[in-house]
Nanobody, 117 residues
Framework: VQLVESGGGLVQAGDSLRLSCAAS????????MGWYRQAPGKQREFVAR????????DYADSVKGRFTISRGDAKNTVYLQMNNLTPEDTAVYYC???????????WGQGTQVTVSR
């Protein structure tokens, strides 16, 4: 199973970015897909997740109202629309996917998001 993220970059405070993650190599649908992030010197933290069917989404309090997670029409794709970015959002963003029937987790390699003041 391979998760490939894209869409990171260097932006200014107040700008927007859209992250994408495409998962491949699994014969099973990922029941949950989401995003985590890790800032320098900090532990990896939860950002957002969405369950299969796109009806159930959760967000970290720090991103509520600014970030929107969605799943694509293509199987096993997930997006993170990030608006009104702040320097505190600077981190490596990791895509996460879980095959719920086996309780198995998969991670992408990460994409860097840097927000300057």
């Amino acid at each position: 199973v391979q998760l490939v993220e894209s869409g990171g970059g260097l932006v200014q405070a107040g700008d927007s970015l859209r992250l994408s993650c495409a998962a491949s190599g699994s014969a099973f649908t990922f029941g949950v897909m989401g995003w985590y992030r890790q800032a320098p010197g900090k532990q990896r933290e939860f950002v957002a997740r969405i369950k299969s069917g796109s009806a159930n989404m959760d967000y970290a309090d720090s991103v509520k109202g600014r970030f929107t997670i969605s799943r694509g029409d293509a199987k096993n794709t997930v997006y993170l629309q990030m608006n009104n970015l702040t320097p505190e959002d600077t981190a490596v963003y990791y895509c996460h996917a879980k095959v719920t029937i086996f309780n198995r987790d998969y991670w992408g390699q990460g994409t860097q998001v840097t927000v300057s003041r």
